[in-house]
Structure formats: structure tokens, C-alpha cells
């Protein structure tokens, strides 16, 4: 029993974990939060879905599609909606927040329901760790989750763009006088945080259906992890995606699996009514951000 | 290298540059002096391009109107209407007053970071002449630069400005804030940024005293107007000069 919630637990937080990056990506840099990621989330897994089984692509190019679009759809976005009230957060949040519910709306309009309406794992079978049996699929998610974070370190620590993200980060103003444009980073921390978006989709998605309720919870997913991390902290992602990945798991087992979700809710009430910076928030002086 | 003609600034109906002509010739240092609030930074942040970037923000939320008019040329172009990203490029540096680092990077990143622009052999060299020019940097390469002292910040501000490769460099108030020990070696090292790269600088100050004995020519201003222009030499035997801005 100790092993299952140690190996599904890990699992769990790294699906928290893949989901939580690119919105905390995006939110570190540019300080946008974006509403829409987790109809960006379904918009990706639908897409790869309308590509593969309506139009006979095959799955790889699909998602490399969908991956393509969603990186499009982010900076879209920044160009043409969020340019517009930068530097106003409410009006940031409703514009996200608005072209969220009207990109996962429009699916539900659609007729985008249904357990058709699923993607095929990428390789079939499982092994078994200790007794345990886990599926290739989950052991990719963990195995995506732990390479992407040290991606992540590596390319904003020593990549040119990376270095800007962590400029723009800490103050745009000074990295303006050194030649870099916020306008064309917070364009690119957007397209990024989508594609992520995307990419935890393709990943993910194959554990089960794809419908527009997931997008809902992403978005909360994403949010608790964030919250409780610290919003655009990234060893905070890390940290509070163990910490809710663990609590979800354990009260998936001892509970009852649908209480997961309330388990996100709850650490976003408790986090913001105990400590609303977070675990790692930016209040603590001189916090690793990005 | 740097002509300004008839520059006005407003924000909202305040005007914080009043009808401002000067020119700065290639390889000089001029010094820009005046007391608080007389729009030594408004004139510095306006050649940058930030005032420019401040007005198009502003603009898209709807909050303060800022007004820009007048002529600046650089290099024989007019730049008023540029994004401070292509000045920039065409090596137009400004260092903000108050030190502007990046203070969760470290030393080395924050250099990095200032290389944006430009390939590898170019940052060595830079970041290697920085550390030949503040020797004292060189232990805290790998500190985080919010823990330097303010004298330290102010060094590697000006190295990071040196790395985003200038040909005009604004210097914002370097010396605020230092003691006169630090002063006089900043004062050293600007001297030395001119006579090694050939850097053509503008520097500006509230007081006259530190900044005198380096710079080719000052003009002065008040309210966002100029009172007066001459070499060094001229302005030190100003009595004016002497009363207002020698801080005796
Ligand atoms: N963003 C702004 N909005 C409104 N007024 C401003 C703004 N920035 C500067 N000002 C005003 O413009 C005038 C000139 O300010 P500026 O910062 O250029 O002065 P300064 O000479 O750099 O002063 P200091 O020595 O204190 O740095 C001041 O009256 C200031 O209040
Ligand atoms: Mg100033």
C-alpha cells in the first residue's frame, strides 16, 4: 500500500506539476495570468483529436500541429487582446478569463462530448516497480515532468532568451535600456506557457477522455499549485505540486477519488487565507523567480 | 553625434523639459546638472527612448498623457519617434540613476543578461575590461547583486551598460548616494571608459564639484530649462555656478 500512494503520488504530482508549469511560466515573466489555459489545455487535446480521427493525420504530426497552434493561439492573444490592457490586472484576468469560457463553451456547443472522444496512449503496456503495475503512459508523464524542469532550469540559466525571461521577471524597465522589448517576451512567455499547456495536454489526456470539464480543472489545478507554490515561483511549483500531488492521491485512496479536485480548492482557501504569498512568494526577499 | 533641438516634455499638462537645445560631439563628456527635479533623468530617459515607451503605455491604459516634441538627432538621424529597442541597437545606452541591476541574478548572470544583443566574444571582452575597471567585482562574480553595497550595484550597473555595447552612453546620476572615496574612483573609471573604447558620455549630477574635473562641457538646467553652457573650466569660475551647485 506504502509504495502504491509513494508511486502513484509522484505520478500525481507530476500531472500537477506539467499542468502548473506553463501558466507559472507565463505569469513569472510577463506577470499575466491567464485565464485561458485551461481551455488552451482542451483546445490542444481536441485539436489533436480533429487531426488525427477527422482528418486521418497521424498522431505524432497532430500533436506537433496542436503544439504549433496553441503556441499561436498564446501569442495571439498577447497581440491582439492582452497588449491592449497590459499593466491592468483586472482587465488582464477578464479578458483570459472571457476568452477561456468562450474557446471551452464553444466545444460544449459543438457537441465535443463523449467517450469517443479519446486519444490513444503513446506506447501500450506496463511494468511492474516493486509489485506495482504502472502504465508506460504514466511512467512518461513522470519521466516528462522531471526532464522539463531541468530543461527549464538549463534554458533560463543559459540560453539568451532565458536570461531575458529572468530580466523581464525582475524589472522590464532595466532590461528595456539593454535592448530587450518586453512587448516581444511577455508575446513569447504567452506562446510558451500555451504551448506547455499543450504539451500536458497530449501527455495527459490519454488517461482518459478529453471533455470541456477538464478544462475547468486544469485551471484549478493550475491555480492551487501556483497559490501554494507562490505564483511565479518555480521551485514553489515543485514543492507545492509534491505537497497537493500527495494530498490528492491520499485522499483519492482513504476517501474517495472525487474528492481530488476539493482537495485543490481547499489548499487555494487555505493558502490565501494563511499565508497569500505562498510557500515561495515573491514577497520573501530576493526570491528565485522564473 | 547627438543634437537636440527644442525638446519639450509634458506630462499631462506639467512640463518637464521647457524648449531644451543641446549637443553632445563625438568622444566628448558633458555633463547635464541640475537640482532635484530639473529633469536631468526626464532629458536622459527622452534620448533613451524610455519616455517614448512610458507614453505608448501609458496610452494603451488610458492613464497620464505625456507630450513629446522637438527634434533629436543621432548619427544624423531624427530618433524622436524610435522604440528604445532600436536605439539600443544603434548603441545608444542609458544607465538609470539608483543603480539598476537585477538583484536575484548574480554578477555574472546579470552581465550576461546586459549581452542580449550581442555575441559571446563581445561580452568577454566587455565583462573582462569591466572587471580590469572595478577590480573590486571580481570576488563577487557569483554573489547575487542585491547583496552588493550601493557603490558595488553602481559598478556593475555601469558594466552591464559597457556590455549592451555603447557608443553614447547616459549616465544617470552615477555618483548619488557614494562617498567621495568611491566618487573619485567612479570619477576614474568614467574617465578611462572615454580613453580606452572611445565612448562619447553624458553624464549628469546634482552638484558640480565631482563631476567637473572630467567633463569637456556642461549645461546646466533648472525647471526644465537651460541656464547656461560652457566647458568645465567656465562653469567652475560661474559665480553662479559656485553658489548654486558647489554645495558650499
Ligand atoms: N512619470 C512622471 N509623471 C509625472 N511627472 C513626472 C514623471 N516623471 C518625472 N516627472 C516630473 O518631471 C520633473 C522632472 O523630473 P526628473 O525626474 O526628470 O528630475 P531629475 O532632475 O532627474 O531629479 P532628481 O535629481 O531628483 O533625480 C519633476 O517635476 C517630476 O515630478
Ligand atoms: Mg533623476
Redo the contacts with the bound molecule.
Sequence with gaps: MFAAILIYGFINSSILALVAMGFNLTFGISGVANFAYGAIYIFAGFLVWIFLNTLGVNYFLSIILAFISSYLLGYLMYRFIILRVRGLPLSEVMATFGLGLAIMELFRYLDFVGVKYSLPVFIDGSVSIGGHFIDYQRLLIGVVAVALTVIFYFFTHYTKMGLAFRAIAQDDETALTLGIDPDRIGAFSLALGSSLAALAAVIILPLGTISVENGYEVLINALAVCIVGGLGSTVGVIVASILVGYSQTLTANYIEPHWMILVSLAAIAVVLVVKPSGIFGKQKELEERV | MLTVKNLMVF??N?L?INDLSLKVGEGEIVGVI??????????LNTIAGLTLD?KIKERRKGG?RITLMGEIRYLGEDIVDMLAVHRVKRGIVLCR?RHPIFPESDVMENLRIAAYLHPKAHFRKMADYTFDLFPQLKKYRRKRAGFLSGGEQQMLAIGMALVAGPKLLLLD?PLLGLSPAMQTRLVGAIKDIRATLGITIVI?E?FARPVLPMIDRGYVIEN?MLVLAGTGRELMENPEVKSAYFGV
Design positions: 506630462y499631462e506639467a518637464a541640475g537640482s532635484n527635479s530639473a529633469g536631468k533623468s526626464t532629458l512610458l497620464e540613476e546620476e549628469s546634482q526644465g
